[in-house]
């Protein structure tokens, strides 16, 4: 029996894979999404409330990927799901293999695009999961900052993004803010932390450290936070801190352990790419979405790294010997 083989294959079905999946699929070429989870949406599909989505004035996740993907599905492309990627490799013939589940089964095509996305790091404390379900815990101040306007917010972390965000908090919605970083100094640059301290005098800032969060507590009904336990990390003692909402800037994790020694990663798993064509170190594989170095993380430019990696796939088809040195390792040129 003869071997399928795909023009193009998506690793991932969040935001980047369907909208790669749409331009590839336009263009009629045989298109495959691989979506690990048993529907497709990744993180978005958490979000409630999406309103900087342009064009879009307020939407959930789960219907802005529900039209994504009849749209996507619409034009050919397959969506197979329930089918985590756990390897690669390519052939002397170009073509592109990816391993499922372990060795369930294979997936041949001509060129990949890989969006599998990243997850935020969590804080992994009690509470969080229903409260995160509830809309009172984030890790995305440009996303949902404004549905906590005039609130008592709790944010946690130490690094830029952390602090960053934490001044955008405090300076454009809410009432009050509390910032808990585990360590005595903050990791961000020295400007920003001398904002931050700045506020504290113009704005109702508190920042506690050493602290971590050691609970985050329900209200019975379960839509809101009791309250927020903390723990003093040198001496152990706690205190309780009623908030409205957390926002944890504790970093994210791209979900890209499958290609280690495949692609060229950086050291915190983000995929290397050319930023003009986001091709990666492997001919004929492009990365689209958070997975990738410098990603804006937005929802917007997800889709738009998608739309970019199916146009330079068909320039890719045009002419694939030009592209076929695009590595940055193994003795090869750089971007």
């Not at 699929?25 to 045989?30: E, N, Q, T």
């Not at 690990?36 to 309103?51: A, C, Y």
């Not at 060129?111 to 409260?131: C, F, H, K, N, W």
């Not at 507590?217 to 003692?237: C, N, Q």
Request: proline share 4%; aromatic share 6%; with cysteine.
């Amino acid at each position: 029996m003869s071997e399928t083989i795909y023009d193009v294959a998506i690793v991932g079905g969040g935001p980047a894979g369907l909208a790669a999946a749409l331009y590839a699929a336009r263009d009629r070429y045989s298109t495959l999404v691989i979506e690990k989870n048993g529907l497709p949406g990744g993180q978005i599909m958490l979000t409630e409330h999406v309103e900087n989505y342009p064009g879009i004035q307020s939407i959930s996740g789960f219907d802005l990927i529900e039209g994504m993907k009849q749209q996507v599905e619409a034009f050919g492309a397959n969506i197979a799901t329930s089918r985590a990627v756990t390897g690669m490799s390519r052939r002397h013939d170009g073509v592109v293999h990816l391993e499922i589940n372990k060795g369930e089964e294979t997936v041949a095509a001509r060129t990949v695009i890989l969006a599998p996305g990243s997850d935020y790091r969590q804080l992994g404390v009690p509470g969080e999961a229903p409260m995160r379900q509830a809309g009172k815990v984030s890790y995305c101040a440009t996303c949902d900052g404004a549905f906590h306007r005039d609130k008592n917010i709790l944010t946690v972390g130490g690094g830029n993004t952390a602090v960053e965000d934490t001044i955008y908090l405090a300076t454009r919605f809410a009432k009050s803010v509390t910032m808990v970083h585990r360590r005595t100094e903050f990791r961000a640059q020295r400007v920003l932390v001398d904002e931050l301290n700045q506020l504290t005098r113009e704005k109702n800032v508190t920042i506690k450290t050493p602290f971590v969060v050691e609970r985050i507590e329900p209200t019975a009904d379960g839509d809101a936070i009791d309250f927020v336990r903390l723990r003093h990390v040198e001496s152990g003692r706690t205190e309780d801190l009623r908030v409205d909402a957390v926002f944890a800037f504790v970093g994210m994790v791209p979900n890209t352990d499958f290609l280690a020694g495949l692609v060229q990663r950086d050291a915190n798993g983000y995929i290397a790419c050319d930023p003009v064509t986001l091709r990666t170190t492997m001919p004929g594989v492009f990365v689209a979405g958070d997975c990738r170095q410098q990603a804006a993380m937005q929802l917007a430019t997800a889709t738009a790294d998608g739309v970019l990696a199916a146009m330079m796939v068909k320039e890719y088809f045009r002419n694939p010997t030009t592209w076929a040195h695009a590595a940055m390792k193994n003795g090869t040129e750089g971007w």
